[in-house]
């Protein structure tokens, strides 16, 4: 499976750019595809070749982040010898069908023209990260990209330390509005959001599946 990402929102990609990206995926052995997240303009030209919706995502936003309180975990910087565990966390954390591996968690760090990857390692299992957040800025808009904690250490306080540590990393930067999204029924991440000052859009994101036969 492909995924193909449209990275500009503002971009509505027409029912034959679907098709083309379809047969050139299909050329190179790919038999099927997924999108990113679609905003309902673009989602309406990728049901026009037959695609179907597989997941719903809440969109949420924070408009001037405040200065949190200093994590009560401490952070580290991410090393690329990190990003194997990395994808073993959100496997764990997602599954197998939404887990990212590492080259895709490298895509995700790539994807703003600033970023900033952060986890944390509990001294319980100093083997192994416990948790990890990509954050990333395009001018004064923030974007916590991926948030990914292993079962095992959740509601320890891992991710509310990751998201503080991400948010005053906005604050330095004056970012001015911070965005994410997470599945509709995630009520753990949506509760975390919110306690951070996040509130959720009225618009909805969805994610499409389709063979490359379109």
Do not use: K
């Not at 989602?43 to 809440?58: D, F, K, N, T």
């Not at 401490?74 to 954390?93: I, K």
């Not at 599954?95 to 995700?108: F, N, Q, T, Y």
């Not at 944390?120 to 957040?133: C, E």
Request: some cysteine; overall charge positive; glycine content about 8%.
């Amino acid at each position: 499976m492909a995924q193909v990402v449209v990275l500009d929102g503002l971009v509505v990609p027409a029912p034959e750019h679907w098709r083309s990206w379809a047969r050139s995926l299909a050329s190179i052995g790919y038999t099927s595809m997924r999108t990113g997240a679609l905003s309902a303009r673009q989602a309406q030209q990728a049901e026009q070749v037959g695609m179907h919706c597989v997941q719903e995502l809440a969109l949420l936003d924070l408009v001037r982040p405040g200065m949190p309180a200093r994590p009560s975990h401490r952070t580290r910087r991410v090393r690329t010898g990190d990003l194997r565990a990395m994808a073993a966390v959100d496997r764990a954390a997602f599954g197998d069908r939404w887990g990212l591996d590492e080259h895709m968690i490298g895509d995700v760090r790539g994807a703003t023209p600033v970023h900033r990857s952060r986890l944390v390692v509990l001294r319980t299992s100093p083997d192994a990260p416990a948790g990890f957040l990509i954050s990333g800025r395009a001018g004064r808009t923030g974007y916590i990209q991926r948030l990914a904690v292993h079962p095992s250490a959740q509601r320890s306080g891992v991710a509310t330390a990751l998201m503080a540590d991400a948010l005053r990393w906005m604050h330095r930067a004056r970012v001015q509005r911070v965005f994410v999204n997470t599945h509709v029924e995630n009520t753990a991440a949506l509760e975390l959001y919110r306690c951070h000052g996040f509130t959720v859009m009225p618009e909805r994101l969805r994610v499409y599946e389709s063979t490359t036969a379109l």
